[in-house]
Nanobody, 124 residues
């Protein structure tokens, strides 16, 4: 089992920045690829970013490419999502997730462990 706890969400004006953190505990974290997803009210959960277990491979949704950066510190069992140039359409609950499989999955159903989510609200 892997337990995940997100933090760092909040209210920010358009154009601002936030950094989300996801602290992991339980089974060995460093071997899990990690992903960030988000869900806005009335919408399906969507992929945001993912990172391989070693951090050498990352993927981003087209909507956040160039603005968001995913990273991880396996010594601290933590994965981060740096969000810059935020837009109102980035408003959502953001979830981190860990997968048991190797590779870098980008579909929510490929992930096995989820955090409780953190709210990000971007005002215009």
């Amino acid at each position: 089992q892997v337990q995940l706890v997100e933090s760092g969400g909040g209210l920010v004006q358009a154009g601002g920045s936030l950094r989300l953190s996801c602290a992991a505990s339980g089974r060995t974290f460093s071997y899990n690829p990690m992903g960030w997803f988000r869900q806005a009210p009335g919408k399906e959960r969507e992929f945001v970013a993912a990172i391989s277990w070693g951090g050498g491979t990352t993927y981003y949704a087209n909507s956040v490419k160039g603005r968001f950066t995913v990273s991880r510190d396996n010594a601290k069992d933590t994965v981060y999502l740096q969000m810059n140039s935020l837009k109102p359409e980035d408003t959502a609950v953001y979830y981190c997730a860990a997968a048991r499989q190797r590779g870098v999955p980008r579909r929510w159903y490929e992930y096995d462990y989820w955090g409780q989510g953190t709210q990000v609200t971007v005002s215009s």
